[in-house]
């Protein structure tokens, strides 16, 4: 989709008044893009932890305490 077609097609959502319109655009552009794409997996977790990664559910169920208070 073209930047001209994107924002006549698509209301544009408020961003915070600090980030920089070139950025905005930027990252409107990129999300655009990417719409629908599945995300890269990569082994960084494993890397960065020593572990896998876990699903939010599982990281969740670990820690429901924690949730709770």
Same mark, same amino acid.
């Given at each position: 989709m073209s930047r001209a077609a994107r924002k006549s097609s698509v209301p544009r959502p408020? $961003?915070?008044p600090f980030l920089p319109a070139e950025i905005t655009e930027a990252l409107l +552009?990129?999300?655009t893009a990417t +719409?629908? @794409? %599945?995300?890269e997996i990569t082994g960084d977790t494993?890397?960065?932890t020593s572990r896998p990664a876990r *699903? $939010? %559910? %599982?990281? *969740? @169920?670990?820690h429901a305490d924690t949730f709770r208070a």
């Amino acid at each position: 989709m073209s930047r001209a077609a994107r924002k006549s097609s698509v209301p544009r959502p408020p $961003f915070p008044p600090f980030l920089p319109a070139e950025i905005t655009e930027a990252l409107l +552009d990129y999300w655009t893009a990417t +719409d629908g @794409s %599945a995300a890269e997996i990569t082994g960084d977790t494993v890397k960065l932890t020593s572990r896998p990664a876990r *699903t $939010f %559910a %599982a990281r *969740t @169920s670990g820690h429901a305490d924690t949730f709770r208070a």
